[in-house]
């Protein structure tokens, strides 16, 4: 899909404004640093600082409302921060927990297979209470498949994939509970790959991941959104974006010259 110009300033609009609002917000450490600013100056620690701030909130800043707003020209819901719910059946919650133990043993079945024992059992035994975490992207397609989206940083502490990978089974279980003929899918979003030019180095993720349906890395992702060639589109947004606001930015950190 080719944006169009009125898309492309809705897109750039959503970065300026959510970086905008960052700044606005940010407080850069008070601790003093003596060496460090006397060898690199305090503008740029303070950049350096905001940079390590900006990381752990791109993804609900930034991402987030861009992805909402890239998934509206193609899906018929797009929200962030979705709350799925907190009902499972008996029966979900012990084939899921099967699931997990068989994988951890290397007995790795293909996602759909998953999912079809998961509803087989999705109404059966006792209802559970189960708090889980909220869905960071939901989207809902015209012939009302759901996809529940669990945004990562770019290289996601693998030890917690076995967590992960939970959370994306129990959040079909739930939606299965309410409605056992759901057509449901969930997985894993990277936005960009910190590997280019090599590919994501997805054999890190084998065994616990089925890597064609519950991991979707940088232009995958994004082109998944909003059409084929969306993430090349999206990288001109934030070009255009940083060079708007780049006066702005250096207004901000001159001051810290001081």
Known sequence: MKLSDNNIQFIKGII???????????????????????????DRMALYSFIQ???????????EPVAVAL???????????????DKISEGAQSEIQDIINKLTI??????????????????????QSLKTVKVDLFLESQDGSKYFIDLKTAKPNIAQFKDFKK?????????????????V???????????EPQ????WTLKGMLDLDEELKVGAEFWDFLAGTGTYSQLLNCFEQAGIELRPEIDDYFKKFKE
């Open 53 to 63: 701030s900006l990381n752990t909130t791109f993804g609900t800043s930034i991402y």
């Open 185 to 195: 899918h969930s997985f894993i979003a990277i936005p960009y790959n910190p590997y």
């Open 71 to 85: 998934s509206k020209f193609k899906f018929k819901k797009a929200t962030s921060q979705y709350v799925i719910g």
């Open 106 to 127: 290397g007995n790795i079945q293909a996602k759909k297979d998953e999912l079809e024992r998961i509803r087989k059992v999705s109404q059966r035994g006792k209802t």
């Open 199 to 202: 590919p994501y180095e997805r």
């Open 167 to 183: 959370t994306l089974l129990e959040w079909c279980a739930i939606e299965l509970f309410k409605n056992p003929d759901a057509a």
């Open 16 to 42: 300026i404004d959510s970086l905008r609002k960052k700044l606005k917000s940010y407080r850069p450490e008070s601790k003093s640093m003596p060496f460090h600013y006397r060898l690199l100056g305090k």
